[in-house]
């Protein structure tokens, strides 16, 4: 398999939901890459309703990409598409607000953290999650509702280009 950034959201989008833009799970989770209220909130598709994290949508869309309802993201692939693109430029900007991006390259547990693995698992899980599981040396076993767990995505999805990281080399810490 090729391990470029494109390949890289090819791969995501069919863990995520089998690559189908039209999938909504049973957490009213949306689309190909399987975007909750919040992350659609955080990238201005959805405005935010006082809950953003109980996927009901219901401060509505606000017209980003054309997309001015659920129906309007699950028949948008380019909207879906752009959406996961800016989506993980916005998880690294929180991966180094965290603190944690210093780790690329590094062995956590066992594991060898990559910038397209770490990426993977702040979209499963979110940043916290991710900060949590290197703080605990890969103790801690974070899952997400299904039970995925978040060394899952670190491990499938290591090794791909991501194109807009500089991994900045941690001074002996």
Not at 90 to 95: A, E, Q
Request: charged share 20%; no cysteine.
């Amino acid at each position: 398999m090729s391990s470029t950034y494109a390949a890289f959201l090819v791969a995501l989008k069919l863990m995520e939901s089998g690559g189908d833009y039209q999938s909504v799970n049973t957490l009213n989770y949306l689309g190909a890459y399987q975007f909750g209220e919040a992350a659609l909130t955080d990238l201005g598709y959805v405005r935010y309703d006082g809950d953003a994290f109980d996927n009901n949508y219901s401060g509505g869309f606000t017209g980003k990409d054309g997309v001015r309802s659920v129906q309007d993201f699950l028949n948008s692939a380019r909207a879906q598409d752009r959406a996961a693109q800016e989506w993980m430029r916005l998880m690294w900007s929180y991966i180094e607000m965290y603190n944690i991006d210093h780790y690329a390259g590094r062995e956590v547990g066992g594991q060898t953290l990559t910038v397209s693995g770490m990426l993977a698992a702040t979209h499963l899980l979110g940043p916290g999650a991710l900060k949590e599981y290197i703080d605990s040396d890969g103790k801690a076993d974070l899952r997400d509702p299904y039970g995925t767990p978040i060394v899952q995505y670190i491990n499938q999805f290591g090794g791909y280009e991501v194109p807009f990281v500089r991994v900045r080399v941690a001074q002996n810490s």
